[in-house]
Nanobody
Framework: QAQFVESGGDLVQPGGSLKLSCLGS????????VGWFRQAPGKQRELVAN???????DYADSVKGRFTISRDSASNTLYLQMNNVSPEDTAIYYC?????????WGQGTQVTVSS
């Protein structure tokens, strides 16, 4: 069984916005850092953003200023607000601890940015 379930991916036009959600099990609160990852066709999976248990956030340069990571501890839900998206953001988006653990990968949610 997947430990994270991602949702919210969609087809969106360049410049548009999208909000992704990641529902995790309660045990993920034991990790210092959780984050969003993405994998585009033919590319390695990369870290997009992470958030520490203290609330501190960090972002890849490619998304800084456009994406915002947040979490709702009460519901064990991680969010990624994506604004001003571009075709380069097209990928399958995943959530996991950072560093990721293989057993925690979900199936991801597809984000396609196209006009």
């Amino acid at each position: 069984q997947a430990q994270f379930v991602e949702s919210g991916g969609d087809l969106v036009q360049p410049g548009g916005s999208l909000k992704l959600s990641c529902l995790g099990s309660s045990f993920v609160l034991r990790f210092r850092s959780v984050g969003w990852f993405r994998q585009a066709p033919g590319k390695q999976r990369e870290l997009v953003a992470n958030i520490l248990d203290t609330g501190t956030t960090d972002y890849a340069d490619s998304v800084k200023g456009r994406f915002t990571i947040s979490r709702d501890s009460a519901s064990n839900t991680l969010y990624l607000q994506m604004n001003n998206v571009s075709p380069e953001d097209t990928a399958i988006y995943y959530c996991n601890s950072d560093p990721p653990l293989a057993r925690l990968w979900g199936q991801g949610t597809q984000v396609t940015v196209s006009s």
